[in-house]
């Protein structure tokens, strides 16, 4: 079992995963669809100290929260993503029970020092004023409020806490294995999201978050001779007492705040054509071999934001930063994480992974703990199309490694369904291969579906509809349906919400009938490749039935498949020399040997 999770794990590779304010700060209002969408906004403004040495600050937040749903909130949660990093936490447990643990936790946390964990303290915390009761449960903090949030109010919450960075361990600490003193992501309390499903107040324990829409505004104090780079817009810098600076940022639109600092960090800029301005920070000490890299990244940085751009939706923010630290590649709001010594290949290719993310969570922000594989598997589809395209590679199937790692985790016998929440897998690899190679599979074999050029016309829509706010799966197959006018559900429901496989075969040629056959019980439409005895070749389109509609095709369209029945038969014009059931390999059958017949 662990071989073969481990060839699961290397066929589908799983990337570990100051400008002006302008444009977007004044957008607070709620957008509310025709199906009655709706929301929660939050606007954050915290005063941060900082201490260097202890790795330890204190804080100040206001936070106003505004209740855009119909419902009456009757308590509010916290996110405290630090406890994690505590001997005994669930992370900490997870990661020692679990049969394949990420390398870069194993037991880690178990061995923390008191000095060494991570950990945030609610000192107080008012509503409107009235001080109010809350505890702390791991990572979540559960809240009493003095009032109920009735539907439409806006409510103020202040709050002190003070904090400390933990050792490095998973995206978020200090002094990471290249030496990067701080990387603060998921650093401060923060409100968990409230929708039409109800609370999301998942605990931390290994995957990654879901957060509420609003505005940030950040005054960090630091020693003077840090650089800091991360979310947001630099508006003024203080000196102030003791050695110490203050950075003042805003963020608008976002659902998350994040920042690195080093004393040690280089700053460079580079300007995407009628786009953002780029920022990257990396350590001035690297190896030349890496800094050279990094000199490299960023003219090949702007055209991947000009290719997401144009093939997306256009990036809405006036900047964006690639920042040395974390412990892999990781995207934050308008920013990554990225380790620095890399290979130029590694660095190039992980930070069009994580730049591909501002479109596929960031700004189309998933749930990541339910819907994993439309972060990842989109991020994967689309950012392999991007280096396909930068390195000209020009290769006809550039998503062949995503198919094979999903055939792989199809035939392992551990493949879970797609709609398994995040934590809840039972090996890391499985939840890899789902998340990276089955969710790319989802959105590439939808163009098989549907037609390319409707895919395109599906992903721009998708962006232009649900941008800033909160999809969900039905919400890009029903773009499509809109964009087709075909009827996709048992796509999104076999494939997303089943382990039902792909499976069609030749069953017989005899003459000029061909027979095919349906093993597996997932359906699909059919490409088939017909070659003759006289060396001519006809494609031939066989559409399924309850699609109730056939994508563009150049292709002989034939009548359709109903699903119940195992087989399909038809006749051609013309002797049968060979038969491919779809030679693009762009449906991701698990069983190809018995897609092809030859005649001897």
Not at 53 to 82: A, C, E, I, M, W
Not at 90 to 113: F, H, N, W
Not at 413 to 419: D, I, K
Not at 503 to 515: F, H, L, R
Request: proline share 4%; aromatic share 12%.
């Amino acid at each position: 079992m662990k071989k073969l999770l481990l060839n699961i794990a290397l066929v589908a590779f799983v990337f570990s995963c100051s400008a002006t304010e302008k444009g977007l700060q004044n957008d607070k209002k709620v957008d509310v669809k025709p199906n009655g969408y709706w929301q929660q906004h939050v606007d954050y403004s915290m005063e941060i100290d900082m201490d260097v040495n202890s790795y330890q600050y204190n804080g100040v937040q206001k936070l106003v929260y505004t209740n855009n749903s119909p419902d009456v909130l009757n308590r509010v949660y916290y996110h405290l993503y630090f406890n994690a990093f505590q001997p005994g936490s669930e992370m900490d447990v997870r990661s020692r029970t679990i049969q394949d643990p990420d390398p870069r936790v194993g037991d880690r946390i178990s061995k923390l020092a008191p000095n060494e964990i991570g950990y945030i303290k609610v000192n107080s915390l008012k509503q409107n004023g009235t001080t109010i009761s809350y505890e702390t449960v791991g990572t979540v903090l559960e809240v009493k409020l003095a009032q109920p949030i009735q539907p439409g109010e806006k409510v103020t919450f202040d709050m002190v806490f003070n904090a400390q960075v933990p050792k490095q361990i998973r995206r978020s600490g200090r002094d990471n294995k290249e030496g990067v003193a701080l990387s603060m992501t998921q650093w401060y309390p923060k409100m968990a999201e409230y929708d039409f499903e109800g609370w999301h107040a998942d605990p931390y324990i290994g995957r990654e978050f879901h957060s509420v829409w609003g505005d940030f505004d950040i005054k960090l104090t630091i020693d003077k001779d840090y650089v800091v780079g991360g979310t947001g817009y630099l508006q003024s810098e203080e000196k102030a007492k003791k050695g110490k600076k203050t950075l003042h940022y805003k963020a608008p639109k976002v659902h998350d705040f994040t920042w690195a600092a080093d004393p040690d960090f280089i700053h460079d800029t580079f300007q995407v054509p009628n786009g953002p301005l780029l920022n990257f920070y990396y350590k001035k000490d690297l190896e030349q071999k890496y800094l050279n890299s990094w000199k490299k990244l960023q003219p090949d940085t702007a055209k991947l934001m000009e290719f997401f751009s144009e093939n997306v939706g256009k990036y809405p923010y006036d900047q964006y930063s690639v920042i040395q630290g974390g412990d892999g590649g990781m995207e934050y709001a308008m920013s990554t994480l990225i380790t620095g010594q890399r290979s130029y290949g590694s660095l190039l290719g992980v930070t069009a992974h994580e730049l591909a993310h501002t479109w596929f969570q960031f700004l189309l922000a998933t749930n990541e703990a339910k819907h994993e594989w439309m972060d990842e598997g989109f991020t994967s589809y689309i950012s392999t199309l991007a280096m396909n395209a930068l390195r000209e590679e020009k290769r006809e199937n550039p998503l062949t490694g995503s198919y094979r790692g999903y055939i792989a985790l199809a035939t392992s016998g551990v493949e879970q369904p797609l709609t398994t929440h995040a934590d809840r897998y039972t090996y890391n690899q499985a939840y890899g291969a789902a998340a990276y190679s089955k969710g790319a599979v989802f959105i590439a074999q939808l163009g098989y579906i549907i037609g390319e050029d409707n895919l395109n016309k599906t992903i721009k829509k998708y962006f232009e509809d649900f941008a800033f706010k909160h999809p969900k799966p039905l919400d890009i197959v029903r773009t499509a349906e809109r964009i087709t006018d075909f009827e996709l559900d048992w796509y999104l429901i076999d494939f997303a919400q089943t382990t039902n496989t792909i499976d069609y075969a030749v069953k017989s040629v005899e003459q000029n009938t061909i027979t095919l056959e349906r093993i597996g019980l997932m359906p699909i439409p059919i490409d088939l490749l017909v070659t003759y005895t006289d060396g001519t070749t006809e494609d031939f389109y066989i559409p399924l039935q309850m699609m109730r509609g056939e994508k563009p095709t150049l292709a002989t369209v034939i009548a359709d498949w109903a699903w119940a029945m195992p087989t399909y038969s038809f006749e051609t014009t013309k002797a049968v020399k060979s038969v491919e059931i779809d030679a693009s390999q762009m449906m991701a059958d698990v069983k190809r040997d018995n897609n092809t017949f030859t005649k001897e």
